[in-house]
């Protein structure tokens, strides 16, 4: 049976753009169905890392994407006497960006839907809502209906309706998925229930520089904060206590009359943008594949927002599922490569959340005494230190002879400039995407696993043959003490070591993706 599509995509926010584009970019027939008309236009996401960057540069033009960013160094937590209470260093790069960036969202989802479409294989359908799934076992029907707003504001779908068939379905549709729904997916939930009032401005002259970083004021009466958008906008936000009607927090009166009281800025310095109060929530869909539907993003897992991390999480997702997809729908790897999508990304996933949950106790502390134990706490140094940035702990990275991930896999690849011929720049920009294997000298391998690397599209290069212009990779090796790294698509370490341990190496990760070519 041949189907109309390789891939539908419900949902066209981070996760469905990114995976949207890297598919089309990868040469399939992807149709996309999103209940709004257009992109979202408004920055819920305003921080991104290093390491989302180079995702968003392998499916967008980055430059546009970051034309109004602005690095950013700290994460700084203050309770209500000005004592800083947590101070989150953002300092340095990562991944060949600065490590943590401060942008527009709408300019990130312009430049990656254009990737999509300039792909000349991706279908967007704004504003068609699906409201039938039925996976089989060739693929999945889906139905769709026009999805319009009638002259009394109320959205609907029309009559009109449309079937296609795809391989694969993934539901990116948010929090509050109908893919996951239909599917029957309960979600954990680990108690977070905040309501912040979000206010987005634009900025209309030069304010004092301390509103360039980003910084929460953890106080028991109403906790607020404020961070840039960029170079141009700044956010702010503030704290709706249990009890208390939304619906007066999001009266322009009251956003100009707090910004007033708490910060002196008035219209004269800023222009509102958005005004609406924001319910936070920490869930994780109980399983993220049921045959050949899989969920992404927020359908998959919401995340606190005072880590920056939610869509930062989401479009790993989507980077990860392509070129697990990639090779599926290429014959090149079984099914089975796709149920490694969760056993990768749920714990990672997981553990941004779980952080994120924690840094929001800090700031949703509302009872004056225990705001006073929490303040003594971090006075005294008996809270523990945050905990490092989670990695990859399953799925396809190398693990050693006793079944444990080996050292340095699921880590994040190094990304420096190199120079090859005449060209110079960032090593994606000038020698390629996707697999790559970096090594001090070219490696001696055998016809059959030099015909896998080529099967895969591995990048190879060697530092006796590219010039390793900052000296990036050349001091990782040192560092590290191995030769030789293979990285995978999504810019994950899939193993680090001697190239005399290099054929084993290959060998191992034929099995993990389930590889299907002698």
Request: with cysteine; glycine share 10%; hydrophobic share 40%.
């Amino acid at each position: 049976m041949s189907n109309e599509y390789d891939v539908a995509i419900v949902g066209y926010g981070p996760a469905g753009l990114v995976l949207a584009s890297a598919l089309g970019k990868a040469g399939h027939q992807v149709v996309v169905f999103e209940r709004w008309p257009g992109l979202y236009g408004l920055p819920r996401l305003t921080h991104i890392d290093g390491e989302t960057a180079r995702i968003i540069a392998s499916v967008g033009d980055i430059d546009h994407a970051l034309r109004d960013a602005l690095p950013v160094d700290h994460f700084r937590f203050f309770n209500g006497e000005g004592e800083q209470l947590v101070e989150l260093d953002w300092r340095g790069t990562s991944a060949g960006f600065p490590a943590h960036i401060s942008m527009y969202q709408p300019d990130i989802e312009d430049a990656v839907d254009a990737g999509a479409r300039a792909s000349g294989n991706v279908e967007v359908d704004q504003g068609w809502s699906v409201v039938d799934i039925r996976p089989h076992d060739g693929g999945v029907d889906v139905t769709a209906r026009p999805w319009s707003q009638s002259r009394t504001g109320q959205w609907s779908h029309a009559d009109e309706e449309r079937t296609i068939t795809a391989s694969y379905l993934v539901g990116a549709d948010g929090a509050n998925s109908f893919v996951r729904a239909t599917l029957g997916i309960e979600r954990s939930d680990n108690g977070v229930d905040d309501r912040w009032l979000n206010i987005d401005t634009e900025r209309l002259r030069d304010l004092p520089e301390h509103f360039s970083r980003t910084t929460q004021f953890c106080i028991p009466e109403r906790g607020h904060m404020f961070m840039p958008i960029g170079r141009s906008r700044q956010r702010f936000e503030l704290a709706v206590l249990p009890g208390e009607d939304h619906a007066a927090f999001e009266d322009p009166a009251f956003a100009w009359r707090w910004l007033d009281e708490t910060h002196g800025l008035g219209p004269e310095d800023v222009r509102i943008l958005r005004q609406v109060v924001y319910t936070f929530q920490g869930r994780i869909a109980e399983r993220w594949r049921e045959g050949r539907v899989l969920l992404a993003g927020d359908a998959a897992h919401t995340t606190p927002p005072y880590m920056g991390q939610g869509a930062c999480s989401g479009m790993r997702d989507g980077i990860t599922l392509a070129w697990k997809l990639d090779l599926v729908l290429r014959g090149l790897a079984g099914g089975a490569l796709l149920d490694t999508y969760e056993a990768e990304r749920r714990p990672h996933a997981t553990a941004i959340t779980e952080i994120s949950t924690a840094l929001g106790k800090v700031a949703n502390t509302h009872d004056p005494a225990e705001a006073a134990a929490r303040d003594e706490a971090f006075r005294t140094g008996n809270v523990p230190p945050p905990p490092p940035f989670p990695t990859l702990v399953a799925g396809v990275v190398h693990h050693d002879a006793a079944g444990e991930v080996s050292p340095l896999a699921g880590t994040l690849t190094p990304h420096g400039v190199v120079r090859h011929g005449d060209r110079e720049g960032l090593f994606d920009d000038i020698l390629g995407r996707g697999f790559n294997l970096v090594a001090a000298t070219r490696p001696a391998l055998g016809p059959a696993d030099a015909a896998f690397l080529d099967k895969l599209d591995v990048v190879t290069a060697s530092l006796d043959e590219v010039e390793d212009v900052d000296g990036t990779y050349a001091a990782w090796l040192a560092e590290n003490g191995v030769e030789a790294f293979l990285g995978r698509p999504d810019h994950h370490l899939y193993w680090a070591g001697a190239l005399a341990d290099l054929p084993a190496a290959l060998a191992q990760l034929r099995d993990r993706l389930a590889w299907t070519v002698a």
